[in-house]
């Protein structure tokens, strides 16, 4: 919801938005696959469902009449061929876009209330396949030698730690066949360098 959020009001790329936010409505279609996404679907999955219909009238408002989704600036201004039509249009689908908006930031704002709280991940609830996954023939990264040997994974620790800061990275933790624990930061689009010396 950041990232769409920030390309549609500070860039006013609408198109770069439902890039991010229709393959996220598409995976909640799909139903859940593990507890915690049951949860989730079950707390937030009314509104993101009102809201992704609001984006899909949109897009409907949009396309209708052969304009193309603003990859900047927002809204288009219709052209002067049917002017009145075009900015009846554009109301419409500028209110549905805003009520999508209003509904995510509902969702976000009780995402962001229960954050605070969650700071384990147990495998079983969350990714049950790889709670399961075990005596691996993947080698656990960073452990692979010029010879060829490398650690095998056992199996993952069936708790994953959620660090307290802003992106929220986890530390998960591998059992090597080697008998040892390797501690891995996992994070997406971001710089790992400042929460490995935190850890």
Known sequence: LEESSRLYYHEGNVQGMLDVLLPLHYEIEKGAATNREHDFIESFGN??????????????????????????GGFQQPGSNSRHHGRQINAEAEASINQAWDLYYTVFRRINKQLPGLTTLELSSCSPALQQASNLVLGIPGTYRVDGRYVKIARFNPSVQVITSKQRPRKIVIQGNDGNNYVFLLKGHEDLRQDERVM
């Open 47 to 72: 509104d993101l469902g009102n809201a992704h219909a609001h984006i899909k009238n949109y897009v409907r408002l949009i396309t209708s009449n052969g304009n193309s989704i603003p990859t900047q």
